[in-house]
C-alpha cells in the first residue's frame, strides 16, 4: 500500500467530539468517520484491523466445532413475539413497516432467528450438540452513544447459539467457549480481560458471564477480591450480609421502645442523634414497580444501598425510585417494618438485616422513630432477598478474608447460559433417544468486533498514537522515505518495498513528498508495530534503521541484509 492512496487523512488537532482515547485517535488517524450519532463508516485501516479480530475470532470458534452461518438484520414482528420480546423490550429496539404493511424489526441480537434457523434442520437427538456463529451488523437505539466506537447504535458483532440435550452438556461446553474467549483476547492482544459474573439482563438465563477489560474508560464497574478469585459485576456482585459487631456477639436485644425525633428523616442525622454507627439502622428505600400500582419498599442495612439490578431480577420487573407521592398513604423518613398495610405496598427485606437485632428503624408515625429493633423477635419476615451494592473496601463474601476493590471496565464480551427460555417459547423442539419430544438447552456468545478495537486502543497506545499488537496491525511494516529526492534514496526504498511484497509482507510505504516530522506523525498514528526508516546519511553508510512501535528495538542493518532483518523482527513480534 502506497501512503499517497490511502483513503482517509490524518490530524494534529485533537476533534473537539472525542471524549475517550480511542475515540481522539480512531478519529485522528483516519480509521472512522461519523455518518450520525452512535453511526460510523469504517476507512481502510480500520477494516483491515477489524477484519484481522474477525479472522482470530473464526479461528476459535471452529476450533470448538463452531459452525458458521448467516442469519438477516431485518426480521418479521412474528419471530420475537414468540419469544415474548417483542412487547417487553422498549425503543431500543427499531420496529418499522415495509410497502406491504407488515411489522419488521431490526435485529439488536438473534436468539429468534437462531432457534428459527435450528429448529427444522436439528429435529432428532443425533444433531445435538452444535454451535452456529455468525459475522452480523446490529442496530440498537442506544440513548447514551458515546466514545465513538465504545457505545454505538449500529455495531458488527460476532454472536454464536449452541444447541444441546442436557444441562450438563451445556454446562461443559460453556467453559469451552469460556477458554476460546480468553484465548481471542490473548492474541488480540489484550490477555489482561478477565471473565466476571454478571446479570443476565433482557437475554434471560441463570448464569453468565462478562469478559472486562479493565481500564478508565470502561462504563462498568467491577468487584473484584484482593485475596481471592471472585470477580463480578457491581450489578451482581454479592455484598456481605453481616457485620462485624453483630458476628463477634456485641450487640445484645434491647426493648422495643418508641423515640421522639423530630424532623430528624436522614441516616447521616439519625446516626448524630443516637450515637449508633449507620449499621445499627433499618433504611427504607420506596421504589415503583412497572406494571404495579403498589410501591415496593426495600428495607435494608443503613450503611448499605440498593443495587437496582439485583432488585430488577428479584421482582421480575423494571423499577425505579419512587418520586410521584399522590395518594402514598406513607410517612416518608419516619417508614418502618412494623405495622404497614401490605394491601398498599409491597415490602421486601435485604439479606444485611437478617437475624439483626438492636436496630433503630421507622415507627411509621411521623417524628418518631424505634429503637431496640429485632429482626428474630419483632418481625421475622418469609424470605430475605441479596439487593445490596457491594462498596469498595468491603469484606470478600465469599474467602471473608480479602477486601473488594473495585475497577472500572469496558465489556468486550459475553456469554450467557440461556437454557429453555427461547426453545420453550419458540417451540423448538428434538427427538429423543427415548422417542420424547424435548426442548434444547441453548447457551450464547458474543463479541462486539468494532468495540474490540476501540478497547485494545485504550490500552495500547502512547501520547503519539496506537501502538498495535502486530497480531491485529493493519499493516505490519511502515516504511518511511526522508529525502526521497536525494541520491537513490526512493529506488532502495521501493526495491525493499517490492521484496516485501514479494514475500507476503503486510507493508505500507510513505511515497508522499512531505517532510519527515510529517511522515513519523502519521506513522505514529498508523501506529504500525515495524518502522522502516530508508535516508541518505544512513544509507552513506549503506545502513537502514528499523525499529518497533513500542520503542523496544531500534537498530541499523546492513542495506544487504535489511529484508532478512525485517522479516526477523516480525515473525519475533507474532510468535510473541
Same mark, same amino acid.
Given at each position: 500500500?502506497?501512503?499517497?492512496?490511502?483513503?482517509?487523512?490524518?490530524?494534529?488537532?485533537?476533534?473537539?467530539?472525542?471524549?475517550?482515547?480511542?475515540?481522539?485517535?480512531?478519529?485522528?488517524?483516519?480509521?472512522?468517520?461519523?455518518?450520525?450519532?452512535?453511526?460510523?463508516?469504517?476507512?481502510?485501516?480500520?477494516?483491515?484491523?477489524?477484519?484481522?479480530?474477525?479472522?482470530?475470532?473464526?479461528?476459535?470458534?471452529?476450533?470448538?466445532?463452531?459452525?458458521?452461518?448467516?442469519?438477516?438484520?431485518?426480521?418479521?414482528?412474528?419471530?420475537?413475539?414468540?419469544?415474548?420480546?417483542?412487547?417487553?423490550?422498549?425503543?431500543?429496539?427499531?420496529?418499522?413497516?415495509?410497502?406491504?404493511?407488515?411489522?419488521?424489526?431490526?435485529?439488536?441480537?438473534?436468539?429468534?432467528?437462531?432457534?428459527?434457523?435450528?429448529?427444522?434442520?436439528?429435529?432428532?437427538?443425533?444433531?445435538?450438540?452444535?454451535?452456529?456463529?455468525?459475522?452480523?451488523?446490529?442496530?440498537?437505539?442506544?440513548?447514551?452513544?458515546?466514545?465513538?466506537?465504545?457505545?454505538?447504535?449500529?455495531?458488527?458483532?460476532?454472536?454464536?447459539?449452541?444447541?444441546?440435550?442436557?444441562?450438563?452438556?451445556?454446562?461443559?461446553?460453556?467453559?469451552?467457549?469460556?477458554?476460546?474467549?480468553?484465548?481471542?483476547?490473548?492474541?488480540?492482544?489484550?490477555?489482561?480481560?478477565?471473565?466476571?459474573?454478571?446479570?443476565?439482563?433482557?437475554?434471560?438465563?441463570?448464569?453468565?458471564?462478562?469478559?472486562?477489560?479493565?481500564?478508565?474508560?470502561?462504563?462498568?464497574?467491577?468487584?473484584?477480591?484482593?485475596?481471592?478469585?471472585?470477580?463480578?459485576?457491581?450489578?451482581?456482585?454479592?455484598?456481605?450480609?453481616?457485620?462485624?459487631?453483630?458476628?463477634?456477639?456485641?450487640?445484645?436485644?434491647?426493648?422495643?421502645?418508641?423515640?421522639?425525633?423530630?424532623?430528624?428523616?436522614?441516616?447521616?442525622?439519625?446516626?448524630?442523634?443516637?450515637?449508633?454507627?449507620?449499621?445499627?439502622?433499618?433504611?427504607?428505600?420506596?421504589?415503583?414497580?412497572?406494571?404495579?400500582?403498589?410501591?415496593?419498599?426495600?428495607?435494608?442495612?443503613?450503611?448499605?444501598?440498593?443495587?437496582?439490578?439485583?432488585?430488577?431480577?428479584?421482582?421480575?420487573?423494571?423499577?425505579?425510585?419512587?418520586?410521584?407521592?399522590?395518594?402514598?398513604?406513607?410517612?416518608? /423518613?419516619? $417508614?418502618? %417494618?412494623?405495622?404497614?398495610?401490605?394491601?398498599? @405496598?409491597? +415490602?421486601?427485606?435485604?439479606?444485611?438485616?437478617? &437475624?439483626?437485632?438492636?436496630?433503630?428503624?421507622?415507627?411509621?408515625?411521623?417524628?418518631?422513630?424505634?429503637?431496640?429493633?429485632?429482626?428474630?423477635?419483632?418481625?421475622?419476615?418469609?424470605?430475605?432477598?441479596?439487593?445490596?451494592?457491594?462498596?469498595?473496601?468491603?469484606?470478600?463474601?465469599?474467602?471473608?478474608?480479602?477486601?473488594?476493590?473495585?475497577?472500572?471496565?469496558?465489556?468486550?464480551?459475553?456469554?450467557?447460559?440461556?437454557?429453555?427460555?427461547?426453545?420453550?417459547?419458540?417451540?423448538?423442539?428434538?427427538?429423543?433417544?427415548?422417542?420424547?419430544?424435548?426442548?434444547?438447552?441453548?447457551?450464547?456468545?458474543?463479541?462486539?468486533?468494532?468495540?474490540?478495537?476501540?478497547?485494545?486502543?485504550?490500552?495500547?497506545?502512547?501520547?503519539? /498514537?496506537? $501502538?498495535? %499488537?502486530?497480531?491485529?496491525?493493519?499493516?505490519? @511494516?511502515? +516504511?518511511?522515505?526522508?529525502?526521497?529526492?536525494? &541520491?537513490?534514496?526512493?529506488?532502495?526504498?521501493?526495491?525493499?518495498?517490492?521484496?516485501?511484497?514479494?514475500?507476503?509482507?503486510?507493508?505500507?510505504?510513505?511515497?508522499?513528498?512531505?517532510?519527515?516530522?510529517?511522515?513519523?506523525?502519521?506513522?505514529?498514528?498508523?501506529?504500525?508495530?515495524?518502522?522502516?526508516?530508508?535516508?541518505?546519511?544512513?544509507?552513506?553508510?549503506?545502513?537502514?534503521?528499523?525499529?518497533?512501535?513500542?520503542?523496544?528495538?531500534?537498530?541499523?542493518?546492513?542495506?544487504?541484509?535489511?529484508?532478512?532483518?525485517?522479516?526477523?523482527?516480525?515473525?519475533?513480534?507474532?510468535?510473541?
Amino acid at each position: 500500500m502506497r501512503a499517497s492512496q490511502l483513503l482517509g487523512e490524518r490530524y494534529k488537532e485533537k476533534p473537539a467530539e472525542a471524549n475517550l482515547i480511542s475515540h481522539m485517535l480512531l478519529l485522528k488517524g483516519g480509521y472512522i468517520r461519523q455518518v450520525s450519532n452512535g453511526i460510523y463508516s469504517l476507512l481502510p485501516p480500520a477494516k483491515r484491523v477489524v477484519a484481522k479480530i474477525e479472522r482470530i475470532i473464526r479461528e476459535e470458534m471452529d476450533s470448538i466445532d463452531g459452525q458458521e452461518v448467516q442469519m438477516p438484520v431485518v426480521m418479521p414482528r412474528e419471530l420475537w413475539e414468540e419469544s415474548g420480546r417483542y412487547k417487553s423490550i422498549g425503543s431500543e429496539l427499531v420496529r418499522f413497516r415495509d410497502r406491504n404493511e407488515h411489522d419488521m424489526l431490526l435485529g439488536m441480537t438473534h436468539e429468534e432467528a437462531a432457534v428459527h434457523l435450528s429448529r427444522n434442520e436439528a429435529v432428532t437427538y443425533n444433531k445435538y450438540p452444535f454451535m452456529i456463529y455468525q459475522f452480523q451488523t446490529k442496530f440498537r437505539d442506544e440513548p447514551r452513544a458515546r466514545g465513538g466506537l465504545i457505545r454505538v447504535r449500529e455495531f458488527t458483532m460476532k454472536d454464536a447459539y449452541s444447541f444441546h440435550t442436557s444441562q450438563k452438556d451445556l454446562e461443559n461446553y460453556y467453559e469451552k467457549c469460556l477458554a476460546a474467549y480468553n484465548r481471542i483476547f490473548k492474541r488480540v492482544g489484550v490477555p489482561e480481560v478477565i471473565a466476571v459474573g454478571s446479570d443476565t439482563g433482557m437475554m434471560g438465563g441463570s448464569v453468565a458471564h462478562e469478559f472486562m477489560l479493565l481500564c478508565d474508560a470502561g462504563e462498568d464497574t467491577i468487584a473484584i477480591c484482593n485475596n481471592c478469585d471472585y470477580k463480578a459485576n457491581l450489578e451482581v456482585a454479592q455484598a456481605r450480609s453481616k457485620h462485624k459487631d453483630y458476628e463477634e456477639g456485641k450487640l445484645e436485644e434491647e426493648k422495643l421502645e418508641e423515640v421522639y425525633t423530630p424532623d430528624i428523616k436522614s441516616i447521616d442525622n439519625l446516626v448524630s442523634f443516637f450515637g449508633l454507627s449507620a449499621k445499627n439502622f433499618i433504611k427504607a428505600a420506596v421504589f415503583a414497580v412497572q406494571n404495579s400500582n403498589k410501591p415496593l419498599i426495600v428495607f435494608i442495612r443503613g450503611d448499605l444501598e440498593v443495587n437496582e439490578a439485583k432488585l430488577k431480577k428479584v421482582v421480575y420487573a423494571n423499577v425505579f425510585p419512587l418520586t410521584d407521592y399522590t395518594d402514598i398513604s406513607l410517612h416518608f /423518613g419516619f $417508614i418502618g %417494618p412494623l405495622g404497614l398495610d401490605t394491601s398498599k @405496598v409491597d +415490602i421486601l427485606f435485604d439479606k444485611s438485616l437478617e &437475624g439483626e437485632e438492636n436496630l433503630v428503624c421507622g415507627a411509621n408515625k411521623v417524628g418518631y422513630h424505634l429503637k431496640g429493633f429485632s429482626m428474630k423477635r419483632d418481625l421475622i419476615p418469609e424470605k430475605f432477598y441479596d439487593v445490596a451494592k457491594i462498596n469498595h473496601g468491603d469484606e470478600c463474601c465469599v474467602c471473608n478474608s480479602g477486601t473488594i476493590e473495585l475497577s472500572r471496565g469496558i465489556e468486550v464480551g459475553n456469554i450467557f447460559q440461556l437454557g429453555t427460555k427461547y426453545t420453550m417459547s419458540m417451540n423448538m423442539t428434538y427427538t429423543d433417544v427415548d422417542g420424547e419430544r424435548k426442548h434444547p438447552i441453548m447457551g450464547c456468545y458474543g463479541i462486539g468486533v468494532g468495540r474490540l478495537m476501540a478497547s485494545v486502543l485504550e490500552v495500547r497506545h502512547d501520547d503519539y /498514537g496506537p $501502538i498495535w %499488537p502486530i497480531s491485529i496491525a493493519p499493516w505490519h @511494516v511502515h +516504511i518511511c522515505i526522508l529525502n526521497g529526492h536525494k &541520491g537513490n534514496v526512493k529506488e532502495v526504498a521501493f526495491a525493499l518495498y517490492e521484496k516485501l511484497k514479494e514475500l507476503k509482507c503486510e507493508v505500507i510505504i510513505d511515497d508522499r513528498d512531505v517532510n519527515a516530522g510529517v511522515q513519523f506523525a502519521d506513522a505514529d498514528l498508523l501506529g504500525i508495530p515495524v518502522r522502516v526508516i530508508v535516508s541518505p546519511k544512513n544509507l552513506d553508510n549503506n545502513k537502514i534503521e528499523i525499529s518497533t512501535r513500542d520503542k523496544t528495538i531500534k537498530k541499523l542493518v546492513e542495506k544487504e541484509d535489511a529484508v532478512k532483518e525485517i522479516l526477523d523482527v516480525v515473525n519475533d513480534l507474532l510468535k510473541a
